[in-house]
């Protein structure tokens, strides 16, 4: 396929110090970059706090233009890392992990034990708003699922092993080696409004968490036999099961809890809430898992665990439920909704020969099995797919390690890894299916104004781009954005002659933002300063698309058609402006308020021939949007050319109509305009020489620059 877009970089720098740095998460909005990067360096790019010591977390936030607004490193003299981000009202919440007794808060509820949470909030100038530790005297961990942020309160879930995790109203560890706990935050200070143990005398662990339409669901897996369940009862068997809660978000009350599982260990990987409905996949080793659909576990040699998708109904009780199993170990963890359908998916592992697939089943709204469909991807260097629902169809990107990977076309597949991009109908027919290059890693894909952009790593040049970039040197990144039918809309390398490894992709106003760490001391920088630090910097990229959407219609000349003297001065031609007016523009935000672009103009190159249809020459100098033309002693034609920008690969945007200087038999005169002439300053002088017009046809009129009077020898 012919790519077609053009980018080029609006912005490009490092972040770091002189020790290892690297970007780790990014949002961007309204055109603000917010960046989180760790490191072991002090002086940290403009940071306006002080390093604390071994791996610290920065949060750096970018202006539109790409200017620093702040820096500040968020740790102790341990490590510390991160599990979630959300940006709202231009603050940003930060929640993760501490090892850090000296982690600096605001609020600790906290005996410092050999991990805390943390929970920060700071304000659009880079100050703490408030900073608060959660956890006891053993090691606390967070719950995966996206900051459950709402109103002025803010919901954290987890795990913990500490009996003395800060809870509220009496709520006490129930035993075991570990707990779950949720706990409800003032958002506006950090303090706590209330904190709950989940669990019972067995071992528990809480791994999801969502917030949805005032309810707040929490999951995950359970030993213990004396969950206080709302729904059935404990299922007595050999291992664990999960459980599911759903809360009131305002007091934490339970609506219900549950089981689920059977006789052997199920594990629950993965939740979404659509409607009020839970909807839940996994994994078992269970034989008689609930099921609504008479579905069984696989039950062959070597195959001792299965897959299972269950909706649970609005009361928590099973809408549909059953297993989802091939003819190896089947490992889901992922799930994705669309409408009434639910697709899960994950690895089915083969445990003589250790080969690996990914497999996606799509279950309808009815409970249904539309289809199950597996792909070869090897052993090494392979990733699970981001997927996307749009208009019914799935679309998967990826990287495999399995020559036998389906496509639909002659594409080429590369040993080590190898991107792939796979289209499949409502029914799980493949509609088209390509290799997309050797890669190193691709990133969770990202859809919008239907295309599908991706970034990867590579060393080696194995897929077309559409502008001159090449491969710096070591492994760089690659920037691919692709149709819905697959052809290539834009593909570009950037990077520096040693490794890059990119971490994250977004999207703003259809420009692209892409950020990671890079050991290349020339990796293409706008900034003069600051240079590569060493030892591995954070980096952070803007790549603008080149304008489309010119407004060329009626691109004519006027006069189109005008007869003057042989050697005669003719009459200035004038084009409309060509431009990409500022409505065919993203939006753009200027201290956070939306606003309408400048147009983009175009640039011009005026050509001349002696016959209509050319050839053309290229006139030197003439690249204005008007020209006055010089005749000869002969018909003379011009148009004029408009291009894009050289940064957008000066590509021709629009040919103008020809416009046509004719010579009639009469020869111009040669006017004289004598000269020089001096004299003092506030004194007139006459000015015209002694014949100031020959030849042509007398009588003559004149015609002065900076209006003199129009007679041969004016006084000025």
């Known amino acids: 396929?012919?790519?077609?877009?053009?980018?080029?970089?609006?912005?490009?720098?490092?972040?770091?110090?002189?020790?290892?740095?690297?970007?780790?998460?990014?949002?961007?909005?309204?055109?603000?970059?917010?960046?989180?990067?760790?490191?072991t360096s002090a002086g940290f790019t403009g940071t306006i706090n002080n390093y604390a010591g071994k791996r610290d977390l920065v949060l750096s936030k970018y202006n539109t233009g790409g200017a620093l607004v702040y820096a500040r490193y968020i740790g102790g003299s341990e490590d510390e890392y991160i599990s979630e981000m959300a940006v709202?009202?231009?603050?940003?919440?930060?929640?993760?992990?501490?090892?850090?007794?000296?982690?600096?808060?605001?609020?600790?509820?906290?005996?410092?034990?050999?991990?805390?949470?943390?929970?920060?909030?700071?304000?659009?100038?880079?100050?703490?708003?408030?900073?608060?530790?959660?956890?006891?005297?053993?090691?606390?961990?967070?719950?995966?699922?996206?900051?459950?942020?709402?109103g002025s309160e803010l919901y954290i879930a987890g795990t913990t092993n500490s009996a003395d995790f800060p809870a509220t109203n009496g709520s006490t560890f129930k035993g075991g080696t570990s707990d779950g706990f949720v706990v409800r935050l003032n958002s506006s200070n950090g303090?706590?409004?209330?904190?709950?143990?989940?669990?019972?005398?067995?071992?528990?662990?809480?791994?999801?968490?969502?917030?949805?339409?005032?309810?707040?669901?929490?999951?995950?897996?359970?030993?213990?036999?004396?969950?206080?369940?709302?729904?059935?009862?404990?299922?007595?068997?050999?291992?664990?099961?999960?459980?599911?809660?759903?809360?009131?978000?305002?007091?934490?009350?339970?609506?219900?809890?549950?089981?689920?599982?059977?006789?052997?260990?199920?594990?629950?990987?993965?939740?979404?809430?659509?409607n009020n409905e839970v909807h839940l996949t996994?994994?078992?080793?269970?034989?008689?898992?609930?099921?609504?659909?008479?579905?069984?576990?696989?039950?062959?040699?070597?195959?001792?665990?299965?897959?299972?998708?269950?909706?649970?109904?609005?009361?928590?009780?099973?809408?549909?439920?059953?297993?989802?199993?091939?003819s190896g170990l089947d490992i889901i963890n992922y799930m994705w909704l669309d409408g009434s359908?639910?697709?899960?998916?994950?690895?089915?592992?083969?445990?003589?020969?250790?080969?690996?697939?990914?497999?996606?089943?799509?279950i309808s709204g009815s409970g249904q099995l539309v289809y199950t469909k597996k792909f070869p991807v090897g052993t090494g260097n392979f990733s699970f797919p981001t997927a996307h629902v749009v208009n019914g169809e799935l679309y998967i990107t990826g990287t495999t390690n399995a020559p036998d990977y389906p496509v639909t076309n002659q594409s080429q597949f590369h040993n080590g890894g190898t991107g792939y991009f796979t289209r499949i109908g409502a029914t799980g027919n493949i509609i088209y299916s390509s290799f997309l290059g050797k890669m190193n890693s691709l990133q969770p894909s990202l859809?919008?104004?239907?295309?599908?952009?991706?970034?990867?790593?590579?060393?080696?040049?194995?897929?077309?781009?559409?502008?001159?970039?090449?491969?710096?040197?070591?492994?760089?990144?690659?920037?691919?954005?692709?149709?819905?039918?697959g052809s290539t809309y834009h593909a570009r390398y950037t990077g520096g002659s040693s490794n890059e490894y990119a971490s994250a992709i977004r999207l703003s106003n259809n420009d692209v933002f892409i950020c990671g760490k890079t050991i290349s001391s020339d990796y293409p920088v706008t900034d003069a300063t600051p240079l590569y630090y060493g030892a591995g910097d954070a980096f952070l990229t803007k790549l603008s698309f080149c304008a489309t959407g010119y407004d060329i219609a009626n691109d004519v000349l006027s006069p189109s058609t005008q007869t003057v003297c042989r050697y005669g001065l003719?009459?200035?031609?004038?084009?409309?402006?060509?431009?990409?007016?500022?409505?065919?523009?993203?939006?753009?935000?200027?201290?956070?308020?939306?606003?309408?672009?400048?147009?983009?103009?175009?640039?011009?190159?005026?050509?001349?021939?002696t016959s209509p249809s050319g050839p053309w020459t290229t006139i030197v100098g003439a690249t204005l949007p008007d020209y006055t033309p010089v005749t000869g002693g002969a018909d003379q034609y011009f148009r004029r050319l408009s291009f894009s920008f050289p940064q957008c690969g000066s590509l021709l945007v629009s040919t103008s109509a020809v416009a046509a200087v004719l010579v009639n038999a009469s020869t111009a005169p040669v006017?004289?305009?004598?000269?020089?002439?001096?004299?003092?300053?506030?004194?007139?002088?006459?000015?015209?020489?002694?014949?100031?017009?020959?030849?042509?046809t007398a009588p003559y009129t004149y015609t002065w620059d900076m209006g003199a009077a129009p007679v041969a020898n004016p006084s000025v």
């Open 191 to 274: 303090s706590i409004l209330q904190s709950n143990f989940i669990g019972g005398n067995g071992v528990d662990q809480l791994n999801r968490i969502q917030l949805s339409n005032g309810a707040l669901y929490l999951a995950g897996n359970t030993q213990s036999p004396d969950l206080p369940v709302t729904i059935g009862s404990f299922i007595a068997g050999n291992g664990r099961n999960a459980f599911v809660y759903k809360l009131q978000a305002g007091n934490l009350q339970v609506v219900y809890n549950r089981y689920l599982g059977g006789n052997n260990d199920d594990f629950l990987a993965n939740i979404r809430v659509q």
């Open 671 to 696: 006017a004289d305009a004598g000269g020089p002439f001096v004299t003092c300053p506030g004194s007139s002088i006459v000015i015209g020489g002694t014949a100031t017009a020959t030849g042509g």
């Open 88 to 150: 709202v009202n231009g603050e940003v919440f930060l929640t993760g992990i501490t090892y850090s007794a000296d982690f600096p808060v605001t609020n600790a509820f906290s005996s410092r034990g050999e991990s805390d949470i943390f929970i920060t909030r700071i304000n659009t100038s880079g100050a703490v708003v408030f900073s608060t530790l959660l956890g006891g005297s053993k090691a606390d961990n967070i719950a995966a699922g996206e900051l459950q942020l709402s």
């Open 447 to 485: 859809y919008s104004n239907n295309k599908f952009y991706m970034l990867a790593n590579t060393g080696f040049a194995s897929f077309p781009v559409s502008d001159s970039s090449t491969i710096s040197g070591g492994a760089d990144n690659m920037l691919l954005v692709l149709n819905e039918d």
């Open 1 to 39: 396929s012919v790519a077609k877009a053009q980018s080029f970089i609006r912005f490009s720098k490092y972040a770091g110090g002189a020790s290892v740095d690297s970007a780790l998460r990014m949002e961007v909005v309204a055109g603000e970059t917010y960046l989180l990067s760790n490191t």
């Open 341 to 362: 359908n639910a697709y899960s998916g994950g690895v089915v592992i083969n445990s003589a020969s250790g080969i690996i697939e990914f497999v996606i089943h799509k």
């Open 282 to 326: 996994g994994y078992t080793a269970s034989s008689d898992y609930p099921v609504t659909n008479g579905s069984s576990a696989s039950g062959l040699p070597g195959d001792g665990i299965d897959g299972f998708y269950t909706r649970l109904n609005t009361d928590g009780s099973i809408g549909f439920s059953g297993y989802l199993s091939t």
């Open 570 to 609: 003719a009459n200035t031609i004038s084009g409309k402006a060509i431009a990409v007016p500022g409505s065919n523009l993203p939006v753009v935000y200027y201290n956070g308020i939306a606003g309408e672009q400048r147009a983009i103009g175009a640039r011009y190159q005026w050509q001349s021939a």
